[in-house]
């Protein structure tokens, strides 16, 4: 006799993306015609940079030839493309190995996974609001009691509160929790940690012999100095910290498939002396994962030099344009919004205190412009919303237009 998995009816509601799209479909097939401005998924646009293709192009070619052909490769990647990423790395001062590096078919499913090699029994905390795998993936690892209607909030979990008073970035907490996701520059709320931050983090982290989970994915939109990209450019952080990252905002990935997680060797935690961690993740993907594609793979590894690099920049350039507009756009009509600078996510506050959805419904309806209410990415995001920059030029500047003209408040 089969049975599920209980935990799955813990979680809280559908998935935030399908209920924008239900809502968006719904108001289309009231108002055929109309041509609806999405602003909401945080999916890339724009073509892949040059190189990237060139480098696909040549492993396919090599691929289609007995003599050249390969089949599986590791399933830690392949080793040009984790010396690449160690040199990438250097550029920052970070000093890391290749066989700390693991790649992956993309940071979201690492950051699902990771916890695989977590007892159940770890108390975990994350950012309020946040990217929603954090969270779901640890409700269905059974981490969590309930989901709590009254308060927004499943019960187990310690939330660290990102709001305007905290800049969006939270404090370490003041309990002792063992698991930590951390994401900067952060989706949704586009806020970007400064080392001190991270630091209190790290701190916190070997004090209590607590494990960071670290989502870089946004890294190389920081574009103002003196923030760091990696978490390892924090003293201390290859004992405390796990960091994932991925190809897909920086390079155009998102169909692709391409990303990274970082096991230190000197990462420990209370029953795991260095070594232990980094043996324990090779060990889950080498029995759960067959390898990233080598295809992806050749593209990865032309994204982190030369032309490939340079036009992967131009690429984040692109949508940083986007967001400047946004910004400037949204500011124009009076809405207080944060982030943009350093990250692709402008974090606007409703007007009048409106609740989320409620704001998300009226930008439809009056200026058919889809963005992402907050609120779904957990209780503190209510009254935000958060606009992407993921579009074409033409598209971000008409969707403005539209709301300049069209949103009274
Ligand atoms: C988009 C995104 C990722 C990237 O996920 P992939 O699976 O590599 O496409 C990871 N983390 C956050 C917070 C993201 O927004």
Redo the contacts with the bound molecule.
Sequence with gaps: MATINKNFEKLASGYLFPEIARRTASWQKDNPGIEIMRLGI?NTTEALPPAVCAAMHEKIEALSERSTYSGYGDEQGDTYLREALVAYYGRYGVELDPTEFFVSD????D?ANLQDIFGKDNVVAIQDPA?PVYVDSNVVAGRTGLFDKESGRYNGFVYLKSNEENGFIPSPPDEKVDLIYL?SPN?PTGSVATKEQLKAFVDYAIRNKSVIIF?S?YSEYITEEGYPRSIYEVEGAEKCAIEIN?F??FSGF?GVRL?WTIVPKALECEDAPSGVLNALWNRRQCTFFNGASNIAQAGGFAALSGDGYAQSRALVDYYMENARIIGEGLKKVGLTVYGGVNSPYIWAKTPNNMPSWAFFDLLLDTCHVVVTPGSGFGPAGEGFVRVSSYGHRENVIQAMASIEENLAI
């Design positions: 945080g993309g940071a979201k499913s950051a990217y994401c989706n989502d994915a991925s897909s905002k998102t990303g």
